[in-house]
Each structure stands twice: as structure tokens, then as C-alpha cells.
């Protein structure tokens, strides 16, 4: 029943912005990760955020940091990637998951494109 929409990517120029969103529902725990990650053609899946819902800490891969900020919306229960001065190289599908105790949860991604 777990099911992660994310949305908000598209085709920007290098400099520019996006902010893609994860929308969450059909949960009922409370004690979950959400992390976005991102993958391009030829390369390894690889971490970019992750939001814990028991602080409210947060990570960033070191290529991200500076540039990407995760933020949470538990009224919408959304998790939001601000993602700034974006670069050719952050050409990815970027997928949202959710990380419980038992399960591992993956939405269909968002492709974000950025050109040169």
C-alpha cells in the first residue's frame, strides 16, 4: 500500500534550479527514512539525501552538498530536494525511497536533465 510519487524534475541549463518533491502515503509507522538517490546511464545508484523522521537530521553525498537541501512537510507528508546550482553532471533519474525497519519502499523517479 506504500506508494512515493515524486515529481519536479525537468530540463534546466546548467546554474539553475529544481526542487523535486516526494509524496508519501498509504503508511501508517512512524519511524522511516527518506532518502533520495539518483542514477545515470553507465553509473552506480548512488545516495544523494535522506531525512530521518525520528530528529529530523539530514545527510548529503559530498558532490551535493551546498547546492541540494532536503526538507520534510509531515502536514503533507512530502519530502522536498531543493536542488541549486545544478550542474551537467547531475543528470539523473532521481528516486525517492523510504526506509523502514522491515521494508525498503521506491517510487518511479523523476528524470532531471541538465544541459551544458
Known amino acids: 500500500e506504500v506508494q512515493l510519487q515524486a515529481s519536479g524534475g525537468g530540463l534546466v541549463q546548467a546554474g539553475g534550479s529544481l526542487r523535486l518533491s516526494c509524496a508519501a502515503s498509504?503508511?501508517?509507522?512512524?519511524?522511516?527514512?527518506i532518502g533520495w538517490f539518483r542514477q545515470a546511464p553507465g553509473k552506480e545508484r548512488e545516495g544523494v539525501s535522506c531525512?530521518?523522521?525520528?530528529?529530523?537530521?539530514?545527510g548529503y553525498a559530498d558532490s551535493v552538498k551546498g547546492r541540494f537541501t532536503i526538507s520534510n512537510d509531515n502536514a503533507k507528508n512530502t519530502v522536498y530536494l531543493q536542488m541549486n546550482s545544478l550542474k551537467p553532471e547531475d543528470t539523473a533519474r532521481y528516486h525517492c525511497?523510504?526506509?523502514?525497519?522491515?521494508?525498503?519502499?521506491w517510487g518511479q523517479g523523476s528524470l532531471v536533465t541538465v544541459s551544458s
Open positions: 525511497n523510504m526506509r523502514t525497519a522491515s521494508n525498503d519502499y
Open positions: 498509504g503508511f501508517t509507522f512512524d519511524d522511516y527514512a
Open positions: 531525512i530521518s523522521s525520528r530528529d529530523g537530521s539530514t
